[in-house]
């Protein structure tokens, strides 16, 4: 993975005029960040629940799913924040350089233990029994363990900067690259469970400021996949 100086290097500067500015000139409502944070957690917090409750091939298998495309949400929702949102805050906010590398190491931090919970996925997949159970369930927590104080540390350090330098296009970039670089086989999962956190008014909003064609594919079949799914999960 290329270093955050690096990554910023090579990013384009869109800021207008490529000024630098301490106290920013945006007030991009960036709140949906913590909305993705709570999603991300909840479905991890819940692991021990759901996995040590699947005690036949058909339940492994929607829970296996279930946490297979969670931590590949998590993935491309990081990945995203590394490619766009860290290099553009490097770039704008020099004077901030320590609060951002230590955001960058936190995701680094995460990649071993995010590859264990696929490994213990595939395996608890592959041979359900108790021993494969407690393996999935133990390296959830190592990530949760890791992942908790990393969200807490972004939304006070990083997503105040992200609403002051960066223009509502720019944070807008972040859903459209995880929806592109979602590789998981339920692209909606992730969506589904962040749009929980939101009230009403909140997805109507949201929704109105789709593109027409989206707006229908999240209408006629991404949330009908995400309730059907959910609920066989939850069940």
Not at 23 to 41: K, L, N, P, Y
Not at 120 to 140: G, L, N
């Given at each position: 993975?290329?270093?955050?100086?690096?990554?910023?290097?090579?990013?384009?500067?869109?800021?207008?005029?490529?000024?630098?500015?301490?106290?920013?000139?945006?007030?991009?409502?960036?709140?949906?960040?913590?909305?993705?944070?709570?999603?991300?957690?909840?479905?991890?917090?819940?692991?021990?629940?759901?996995?040590?409750?699947?005690?036949d091939p058909a339940r492994v298998e929607v829970v296996g799913s279930f946490y297979d495309n969670l931590i590949e949400f998590l993935h491309v929702h990081h990945q995203g924040e590394d490619e766009i949102l860290y290099p553009l805050l490097e770039q704008r906010c020099p004077h901030e350089r320590e609060s951002l590398e230590l955001i960058d190491a936190?995701?680094?931090?995460?990649?071993?233990?995010?590859?264990?919970?696929?490994?213990?996925?595939?395996?608890?997949?592959?041979?359900?029994?108790?021993?494969?159970?407690?393996?999935?369930?133990?390296?959830?927590?190592?990530?949760?363990?890791?992942?908790?104080?990393?969200?807490?540390?972004?939304?006070?350090?990083?997503?105040?900067?992200?609403?002051?330098?960066?223009?509502?296009?720019?944070?807008?970039?972040?859903?459209?690259?995880?929806m592109q670089a979602f590789s998981g086989d339920k692209p909606w999962l992730g969506f589904g469970l962040v749009f929980e956190q939101f009230d009403d008014d909140q997805r109507e909003r949201i929704a109105a400021g789709m593109p027409d064609p989206v707006r229908e594919m999240l209408v006629t079949q991404w949330m009908p996949a995400f309730d059907a799914f959910i609920a066989e999960v939850r069940a």
């Open positions: 993975m290329a270093s955050l100086g690096d990554r910023a290097a090579m990013a384009p500067d869109r800021h207008p005029g490529g000024a630098v500015s301490q106290t920013g000139q945006f007030e991009t409502d960036t709140s949906d960040m913590a909305a993705v944070h709570r999603a991300i957690r909840g479905g991890l917090d819940a692991a021990p629940d759901y996995v040590a409750a699947a005690t936190q995701h680094r931090l995460l990649e071993e233990p995010m590859g264990e919970v696929r490994g213990a996925i595939a395996a608890w997949r592959a041979a359900p029994s108790e021993a494969t159970s407690r393996a999935v369930i133990d390296a959830i927590a190592r990530v949760d363990e890791i992942l908790t104080p990393h969200l807490a540390d972004e939304e006070a350090l990083v997503v105040p900067l992200a609403s002051a330098h960066l223009s509502a296009e720019e944070w807008g970039q972040l859903p459209a690259h995880a």
